[in-house]
């Protein structure tokens, strides 16, 4: 299991919670059943989202390995100038 | 990742200050920037703008303009393609109004003609039958109730109800850890403050200039000026409704971009119009067009709130941002409460933002997007809690800095960076501690910006008489060629000078995603890196068929294939000239690619310090003396390092001090223009002095970090804490214009 | 519509072309002769993108007609390299990287070479002022001042 943590405004779309623990190897797995979850997130993880591995973000990069140990944050997808 | 570092020496032409590849072109007035292209039989066009904030156009008559002699094509909403996909449609409605002008400058229709007499004379015929509407152009006006209301299908999103009534709120996000009620409970002494900025313009000197060919059969070319020409390419074919592989777009050399030239405006009006008239149609937009219907950065409004021990430990931080986006939703809120608080450690955290609808032009990014704003007004409550501490600022930042290990704002744990030692930089350089005379007052600030990756190809070719072409797909806005050698030159061992490169057409390579987010030393150096490195495989391989020996027994050194170790045999090294040379008879070209989806790009950190002086009588801001200390990771050109630090806190000293947008009554921009809206000139400056720290980023093998942006962040904040000690009162508002500074000091004093 | 004979000299080469009155002097020598060197980022005098010498005299060429080029003398960016051989000026722009995206590069060299001409020595502060009638938006001015007063250092000491 891989616990992740949702941004403040990922919470109303998660029933409440700000971690959600779900079984995944992979950024892709872990974005499939944190929708299986939580169907609520499944308009934000389509609209493109990134993620931190232990402070590290990924933009589009759905075979990135997750594991136990890993600190997960999802993070809006970011954009700059 | 990182395998060459300053410490062990390694480096070679990484870390030189080189004359950069297109530099003779540049100085000789040879270069080709957007306007300076010519195709046979070129029409001129124009684009015709809404005089109104806010109105529906009820009907647009283009048939006096059509009947115009020298008139070519016109078009309007209607020859754009019907089925744009959803993330193109507000860039397409934000280039020419579909039903509704939503600020003053909203393109309406366009003409191309023989002459831009003509064509000047034909926007006139155009009769468009406009029903003004009430506007808004303020973010706290539009987050009314009673607010005119811009799009009626826009419910506020993030609310934990969903919304029944559409609203000019278009998103509300969050971030934070912790519970900040507890942490105030913990504070001995509280600081909260509101703090408004205005909108400023990323100010490039070049306005967009582009010339489309476009065919019956949907093939075309199109030359602009951008950011990113893949960008371009994608978007424009989504909005005429043709197949990316037949628009080719070629970046032509960019005026500024800032951020700015991120998106699109003019360049889909050339090939519709292009199409419409079987001829290539140039667009190029006048100063007045770029301030009113492009950029600029948002405004806000905010408000925050830190507490501290008074041991001077921060116990909590919270902050409510709103920033307006002009008349599109998406504004870089999110960035902003993400960016806020970042340079600091405290248990309990909290940002709230909202994205607010006006009738302003659609904000575009401006380096760092989000981040200024929010560093402004943090920045600020950080200086005024250790001055009510009794703790110097510099000192305070040092006690509360965010350190490797510990939770950041956004969410997860720092990696290593370089904040501290910019602090420990400034708090020991000479700037720090020169005595300041009368009316005079020191601020500082620190400053943070992610840095991004992102999609990149490179492409590397070896001549046969051992020079090197490079091709990348990212524009190069500041010199980036440049450091694109250097980094060719230190992993192939050969001399800078051999080593050339070219920003390639969209035909060229495989995609690559725009010049933004200080990604593209980053990114594409990297790509090269590695393009390199490939490029060096196969070299060893030819090496290794002329020797007759496994390709496992030959190594590149310096320049050279070389038998790696006795047991390879004796032979003398061959340089990479020598092995090209025979390229031919040993199989053929040697190239070397590389395309990925960049990680790794390290955040950067900076603390600026600047010294002015207040005019009493005049309220007057005059910047004395300016110092940016940033982390550089690795600079691989120093010069255009220093220069970034320079531009990016001249931008800050401009949109701290003189720049705004100003609207009127009426909802129309007052001051579209370099007269009235004032960025600085040299005579309003002193030389900005520059330390390039280097705490190498992980994530590149030479330890590259972005450098672009960060040096935007803190400047505001840095000049509002100088100029409020030499004021002897707290700035809350940008600009900090005469006006504005002499009544702050009227009204302290009353 | 009958357009004007202008009969100028540019760069020191003697030059004629046809102009509509209201036309610019940037437009004639951008869209007419194809001297693109000169940039306009504003059309209204501001920016000085679009620097060039009338006579010797420094001038926004935007605010010149090209009807008033006739019987003048004008310089271009163009004309500042002496075949291979550039101006010390646009040596000292690339040794002091005074350029990043380099549209204002033109202006700035054609405008700092007026002031060379007139004051061989100028202070720190006479360069800014002299320049502060050209906006770059890139550099922050730091390393373009450096190349002018390092470059009427080294000519005055040649």
Redesign the interface.
């Known amino acids: 299991m891989v616990k992740v943590?949702l941004?403040?405004?990922l919470?109303?779309r998660a029933g409440g919670r700000d971690t959600i623990e779900v079984e995944a190897q992979t950024i892709r797995q872990m974005f499939r059943a944190l929708g299986e979850e939580e169907p609520g997130l499944v308009p934000v993880l389509e609209t493109g989202i990134s993620v931190?591995i232990?402070?590290?973000?990924?933009?589009?990069?759905w075979f990135?390995e997750v594991d136990e140990d890993s600190?997960i944050?999802l993070?809006?997808r970011?954009?700059?100038? | 990742m990182l395998d060459k570092t300053a410490e062990n020496g390694e480096f070679k032409y990484v870390g030189t200050?080189p004359?950069?590849p297109?530099?003779?072109d540049?100085?000789?007035?040879?270069?080709?920037?957007g306007?300076?292209m010519?195709m046979p039989g070129m029409l001129v066009g124009k684009v015709l703008r809404s005089p109104h904030a806010h109105a529906k156009i009820k009907s647009i008559d283009t048939s006096a303009a059509e009947a115009l002699k020298g008139v070519k094509a016109v078009i309007t909403a209607a020859d754009l393609t019907a089925d744009v996909p959803e993330a193109e449609y507000d860039t397409m409605v934000n280039c020419i109004a579909h039903g509704k002008a939503l600020y003053d400058g909203h393109g309406v229709a366009a003409v191309a003609a023989t002459s831009q007499?003509i064509a000047n004379k034909a926007l006139k015929l155009i009769k468009v039958d406009y029903e003004v509407l009430p506007h808004v152009t303020d973010v706290e006006e539009a987050c009314k109730d009673d607010a005119p209301l811009l799009h009626d299908n826009i419910f506020t999103e993030?609310?934990?109800e969903e919304p029944t009534t559409p609203s000019n709120i278009s998103g509300?996000?969050?971030?934070?850890h912790g519970d900040v009620e507890k942490g105030f409970a913990a504070a001995d002494t509280i600081v909260e403050r509101k703090f408004r900025t205005e909108a400023t313009h990323?100010?490039?000197?070049?306005?967009h200039a582009c010339v489309g060919n476009l065919s019956a059969d949907g093939t075309g070319e199109l030359w602009c000026c951008t950011q990113g020409h893949y960008m371009v390419r994608n978007s424009c074919a989504a909005i005429l409704g043709i197949d990316i592989s037949r628009l080719r777009v070629t970046a032509s050399?960019?005026?500024?971009?800032?951020?700015?030239k991120?998106t699109i405006f003019i360049e889909p009006i050339a090939l519709a119009l292009s199409r419409k008239a079987g001829r290539p149609v140039k667009v190029?937009m006048?100063?007045d067009e770029v301030f009113r219907a492009t950029g600029p950065t948002s405004s806000a409004s905010m408000w925050i709130k830190i507490g501290a021990k008074s041991d001077g430990t921060i116990t909590a931080m919270e902050g409510l941002l709103k920033y307006q986006g002009g008349a599109f939703k998406g504004t870089?809120v999110?960035?902003g409460c993400?960016t806020a608080f970042a340079c600091y450690r405290a248990d309990h955290m909290?940002t709230?933002g909202y994205d607010v609808l006006v009738n302003r032009p659609r904000a575009a990014?401006?380096?760092?997007?989000g981040a200024p704003m929010a560093a402004f007004a943090v920045e600020s409550v950080v200086t005024e809690l250790a001055e009510k501490l009794g703790i110097d600022p510099l000192e305070f930042r040092l006690q509360n800095a965010a350190k490797e290990g510990d939770q950041?704002s956004?969410?997860?744990?720092?990696?290593a960076h370089g904040l501290i030692e910019t602090l420990e930089t400034a708090k020991a350089h000479e700037h720090y501690n020169t005595p300041l005379g009368p009316n005079q007052g020191r601020g500082i600030a620190c400053g943070f910006?992610?840095?991004?990756?992102?999609?990149t190809s490179t492409s590397l070719n070896v001549g046969a008489d051992g020079t090197v072409n490079i091709s990348v797909g990212t524009v190069d806005?500041?010199?980036s060629r440049a450091s694109m050698c250097l980094m060719v030159a230190e992993e192939l061992g050969v001399p800078y000078e051999k080593v050339r490169c070219v920003v390639a057409d969209t035909s060229s390579l495989g995609h690559n995603d725009t010049t933004?987010?200080?990604?593209t030393t980053f990114a594409s150096g990297m790509a090269l890196i590695l393009s390199a490195r490939d490029a060096k495989q196969k070299l060893c391989a030819r090496a290794a068929k002329i020797w007759e020996i496994p390709e496992e027994a030959v190594e590149w050194v310096d320049g050279h294939a070389r038998p790696a170790g006795p047991n390879a045999g004796e032979f003398d090294p061959m340089s990479l000239a020598e092995i090209a040379g025979k390229a031919e008879t040993t199989g053929g070209p040697i190239a070397g690619h590389h395309e990925y989806?960049a990680?790794?790009?390290g955040v950067s950190f900076a603390t600026h310090m600047v010294d002015t002086e207040v005019d009493p009588d005049t309220g007057r801001v005059t910047v004395l003396r300016y110092t940016v200390i940033q982390d550089a990771g690795k600079a691989v050109?120093p010069?255009?390092v220093?220069?970034q630090f320079?531009?990016g806190?001249?931008?800050g000293i401009g949109w701290a001090i003189n720049e705004e947008y100003i609207y009127g009554e009426d909802g129309r921009l007052q001051n579209p223009?370099?007269?009235d809206y004032r960025?600085?000139?040299?005579?309003?400056?002193p030389?900005?002095d520059t330390v390039i720290i280097e705490n190498p980023n992980k994530?590149h093998p030479y330890g590259v970090r972005g450098v672009g942006?960060t040096s935007i962040v803190p400047p505001m904040a840095a000049i509002a804490n100088s100029v409020s000690a030499a004021a002897g009162v707290r700035m809350t508002e940008l600009p900090m214009s005469p006006p504005r500074v002499l009544k702050a000091m009227d009204d302290a004093k009353a | 519509m009958s357009q004007i004979h202008v009969q100028t000299t540019i760069n020191g080469d003697e030059t004629e072309f046809l102009c509509?009155a209201?036309e610019t002097l940037l437009d004639a020598l951008?869209d007419k002769l194809?001297?693109?060197?000169?940039?306009?980022?504003?059309?209204?005098g501001?920016?000085g993108?679009c620097s060039v010498t009338v006579d010797g005299r420094l001038v926004c060429s935007c605010l010149v007609l090209g009807a008033e080029a006739h019987g003048r003398e004008i310089t271009?960016?163009?004309g500042?390299?002496n075949g291979e051989e550039?101006h010390p000026l646009?040596q000292k722009?690339?040794?002091?990287?005074a350029?990043?995206?380099?549209?204002?590069?033109?202006g700035f060299?054609v405008a700092a070479k007026a002031l060379l001409d007139r004051n061989p020595n100028p202070t720190e502060?006479e360069?800014?002022?002299w320049?502060?009638?050209?906006?770059?938006?890139?550099?922050?001015?730091?390393?373009?001042?450096?190349a002018v007063m390092d470059t009427a250092a080294e000519m005055r000491g040649a």
Not at chain 2, 26 to 33: E, H, L, N, P
Request: proline share 3%; net charge neutral; charged share 25%.
């Open positions: 943590n941004w403040g405004s919470k109303a931190a232990d402070g590290q973000i990924y933009r589009d990069d990135k600190e944050y993070l809006p970011m954009e700059g100038g | 200050r004359q950069r297109d530099g003779v540049k100085v000789t007035g040879r270069a080709r920037f306007a300076d010519v007499a993030g609310l934990e509300r996000v969050q971030f934070g990323q100010g490039y000197i070049e306005p050399e960019i005026g500024g971009g800032f951020g700015g991120t190029v006048t100063r870089w999110s960035l993400m909290k709230v990014a401006y380096r760092a997007p950041s956004y969410g997860p744990k720092h990696r910006w992610f840095n991004f990756g992102g999609q806005v500041g010199g933004d987010g200080s990604r989806n990680r790794g790009a050109h010069a255009y220093e220069g320079q531009g806190a001249v931008q223009g370099f007269l960025i600085p000139v040299a005579s309003d400056l030389m900005i994530g942006e | 509509d209201e951008r194809g001297l693109t060197g000169a940039k306009e980022g504003c059309g209204t501001d920016c993108a271009t960016i163009e500042m390299a550039l646009q722009f690339l040794d002091h990287a350029l990043q995206c380099g549209i204002c590069t033109p060299l502060t360069v800014r002022y320049l502060a009638g050209n906006l770059c938006r890139c550099t922050g001015y730091d390393k373009i001042i450096r």
